[in-house]
């Protein structure tokens, strides 16, 4: 059952993503909702499922929107592992640390994006990565608050999304 929540959770991101914020853009920005939710199931459960959200969100954006399937997937799984690292080295509250770390996160996705735009000989401009990846940055981690802070209520509203998976050495 937790299973297919995660999955309905992962096409639901998905399609908001693709289909209505489009229309919430800031200065041409829009949050990065996947980069919220890996951040907020590594924080909250298991490795398995932040590496799955990671993993299966990324492929599902590599098919719909990329020439080339699997680099954004294999980033995303760097930050998944990246925030399950996290996790264990600070305490992570429900505003702060959920904030600041998915801040550094969109900020490194869109110099990785850069760099790969770069070596796709395309023009980037470094003063409108920078401030394309600030504002992302700071959209990302707002958004990343509500997300964390929704995800933190159905775990506590719903015992089976406690469970730990019998792949993890958890307790």
Request: glycine share 4%; hydrophobic share 60%; aromatic share 12%.
């Amino acid at each position: 059952m937790k299973s297919f929540i995660i999955a309905i959770i992962v096409v639901i991101d998905l399609i908001i993503e693709t289909t209505l914020l489009p229309f919430v853009e800031v200065m041409g920005v829009k949050p990065n909702m996947l980069l919220t939710l890996i951040a907020a199931f590594a924080f909250m459960d298991d490795r398995l499922a932040a590496v799955s959200v990671a993993i299966a969100g990324g492929l599902l954006q590599d098919i719909i929107f990329a020439d080339v399937v699997g680099p954004t997937a294999l980033l995303y799984l760097a930050f998944a592992y990246g925030f399950i690292v996290l996790r264990d080295k600070v305490a992570v509250d429900r505003v702060i640390m959920p904030a600041i770390i998915t801040f550094d996160a969109a900020v490194i996705y869109n110099v990785f994006m850069a760099a790969m735009f770069a070596l796709s000989r395309l023009e980037v401009s470094l003063q409108g990565l920078l401030t394309l990846s600030i504002f992302n940055g700071l959209y990302t981690a707002a958004v990343g608050v509500i997300v964390y802070n929704i995800l933190h209520w159905l775990y506590r509203k719903y015992s089976f999304m406690n469970k730990q998976n019998i792949f993890s050495k958890e307790k």
